[in-house]
């Protein structure tokens, strides 16, 4: 039997872990992106990303997670990339916080090895955090900070390596069904094949067969703000953070760079752009000032103003869980799209799964959640 030819529409992380997946079982895989591998435009970029395994948007992520984490160490020694760093991960907010209580649950659920520090010791042993007497923090130490654009190039790297072909600056404006397929095409050339996988993050809505799917696409705005003493925002001794508090809230990373800690406002709000293609590449002073005031109150550490700012598009769903499984009403085709701002941990798993279902139409992971399906009206 001749090699199944499939084509991936869009090599952020989720297409390129996908392509990896593929082209290791010997598919015949033709990679397109509008832009080239690690590009900054869509929702793959800005040189960190939070991995964790006890987790708050649901335990039933669990499995995936801990698969996601095999695949990712995989991916190293396949690339010979440093894509992982296991720093561990905190929660830190009131006791009595949703997000707090929900990553309790999840780790006894799934007897996960976790450690809950009162204000005190949470004082003592990461003092970058500055910690109101009631809150607490959540160690998970099966937890650590991502490289997402040496990860993409990574699996690009490794998928390549095992025969797929990456044809980057291809954007697709068409696609259609076939008798024995997909026609699909960039710049006026067709391409056939027999299975699309359709990976095209917050650009979703510009191909036809997805415009009716439930995807909104907002920008989300990181802030890097210089550190007083870049040792002590290291991994080694900075885990990544959920931080949630009265006044802010944002997730943080170490410093990678050499100089400054990056964080992700999560109360300043991720406004709707109506196109990816519309994001503005700066933010503005409002946002700013309202981020430097959520640092100078919960990072002693860092600098009053941030000395970067980047600005990312990336694609949500009404419940902020990613659409992945055949594509409804088509043929030979798999969609994965709406990863919801915590997509890029899962990635090598959610590679394994469109591998699954582009070869053999179905995979042992449970992914019912993520059922593409799930918005249709009754
Ligand atoms: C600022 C920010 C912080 C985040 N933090 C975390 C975190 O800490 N942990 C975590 O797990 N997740 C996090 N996420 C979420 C995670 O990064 C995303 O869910 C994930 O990167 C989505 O990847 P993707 O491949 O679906 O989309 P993208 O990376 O946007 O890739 C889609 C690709 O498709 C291409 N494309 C689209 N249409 C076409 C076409 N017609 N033809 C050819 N190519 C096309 C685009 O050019 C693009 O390269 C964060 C997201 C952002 C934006």
């Given at each position: 039997m001749s090699r199944p030819r499939v084509a991936v529409i869009g090599t952020g992380v989720i297409g390129a872990t996908t392509t990896w997946q593929l082209a290791r079982r010997g598919a015949d895989v033709l990679a397109f992106d509008t832009y080239s591998p690690g590009h900054d435009r869509g929702a793959s970029a800005g040189e960190s990303r939070i991995f964790r395994t006890a987790y708050k948007e649901g335990s039933n992520y669990v499995p995936l997670l801990r698969r996601a984490g095999q695949l990712w160490r995989e991916?190293?020694?396949?690339?010979?990339?440093e894509l992982l760093t296991m720093c561990g991960g905190l929660t830190i907010g009131p006791a009595d916080h949703?997000?707090?209580?929900?990553?309790q649950q999840c780790a006894e659920e799934h007897d996960l090895d976790h450690e809950v520090l009162d204000a005190d010791l949470a004082r003592k042993r990461f003092p970058q955090h500055r910690i109101d007497d009631d809150e607490v923090m959540v160690l998970d130490p099966a937890a650590g900070v991502l490289r997402p654009e040496p990860a993409v190039q990574a699996a690009?790297?490794?998928?390549?390596?095992?025969?797929?072909?990456?044809?980057?600056?291809?954007?697709?404006t068409e696609v259609a069904e076939t008798a024995q397929g997909w026609r699909i095409t960039s710049a006026g050339k067709d391409f056939d094949v027999d299975h699309v996988v359709f990976a095209p993050g917050p650009w979703a809505?510009?191909?036809?067969?997805?415009?009716?799917?439930?995807?909104?696409?907002?920008?989300?705005t990181a802030c890097w703000f210089a550190a007083h003493d870049p040792a002590a925002h290291r991994p080694d001794r900075l885990p990544i953070a959920i931080r949630r508090h009265r006044e802010a809230g944002f997730s943080c990373f170490p410093l990678l760079d050499g100089v400054s800690i990056k964080i992700v406002p999560h109360h300043l709000g991720w406004p709707a752009l109506?196109?990816?293609?519309?994001?503005?590449?700066?933010?503005?002073p409002e946002f700013a000032r309202a981020a430097s005031a959520a640092a100078q109150r919960l990072l002693p550490g860092v600098t009053p103003h941030p000395v970067r700012i980047g600005t990312f598009a990336e694609g949500f769903t009404p419940d902020e869980h990613a659409l992945l499984g055949p594509l409804p009403g088509h043929r030979n085709a798999t969609v994965m799209t709406g990863f919801s701002g915590h997509g890029f941990k899962l990635a090598p798993v959610f590679g394994e799964i469109g591998a699954d279902l582009a070869l053999r139409g179905s995979t042992e992971h449970d992914i019912t959640q993520l059922a593409p399906h799930r918005?249709?009206?009754a």
């Amino acid at each position: 039997m001749s090699r199944p030819r499939v084509a991936v529409i869009g090599t952020g992380v989720i297409g390129a872990t996908t392509t990896w997946q593929l082209a290791r079982r010997g598919a015949d895989v033709l990679a397109f992106d509008t832009y080239s591998p690690g590009h900054d435009r869509g929702a793959s970029a800005g040189e960190s990303r939070i991995f964790r395994t006890a987790y708050k948007e649901g335990s039933n992520y669990v499995p995936l997670l801990r698969r996601a984490g095999q695949l990712w160490r995989e991916l190293e020694t396949t690339a010979s990339a440093e894509l992982l760093t296991m720093c561990g991960g905190l929660t830190i907010g009131p006791a009595d916080h949703p997000d707090v209580q929900a990553v309790q649950q999840c780790a006894e659920e799934h007897d996960l090895d976790h450690e809950v520090l009162d204000a005190d010791l949470a004082r003592k042993r990461f003092p970058q955090h500055r910690i109101d007497d009631d809150e607490v923090m959540v160690l998970d130490p099966a937890a650590g900070v991502l490289r997402p654009e040496p990860a993409v190039q990574a699996a690009l790297r490794a998928a390549a390596e095992a025969g797929a072909k990456i044809l980057p600056y291809h954007q697709i404006t068409e696609v259609a069904e076939t008798a024995q397929g997909w026609r699909i095409t960039s710049a006026g050339k067709d391409f056939d094949v027999d299975h699309v996988v359709f990976a095209p993050g917050p650009w979703a809505h510009r191909l036809e067969p997805l415009r009716s799917l439930p995807i909104e696409v907002r920008r989300i705005t990181a802030c890097w703000f210089a550190a007083h003493d870049p040792a002590a925002h290291r991994p080694d001794r900075l885990p990544i953070a959920i931080r949630r508090h009265r006044e802010a809230g944002f997730s943080c990373f170490p410093l990678l760079d050499g100089v400054s800690i990056k964080i992700v406002p999560h109360h300043l709000g991720w406004p709707a752009l109506p196109d990816p293609d519309e994001l503005p590449r700066s933010a503005e002073p409002e946002f700013a000032r309202a981020a430097s005031a959520a640092a100078q109150r919960l990072l002693p550490g860092v600098t009053p103003h941030p000395v970067r700012i980047g600005t990312f598009a990336e694609g949500f769903t009404p419940d902020e869980h990613a659409l992945l499984g055949p594509l409804p009403g088509h043929r030979n085709a798999t969609v994965m799209t709406g990863f919801s701002g915590h997509g890029f941990k899962l990635a090598p798993v959610f590679g394994e799964i469109g591998a699954d279902l582009a070869l053999r139409g179905s995979t042992e992971h449970d992914i019912t959640q993520l059922a593409p399906h799930r918005f249709a009206r009754a």
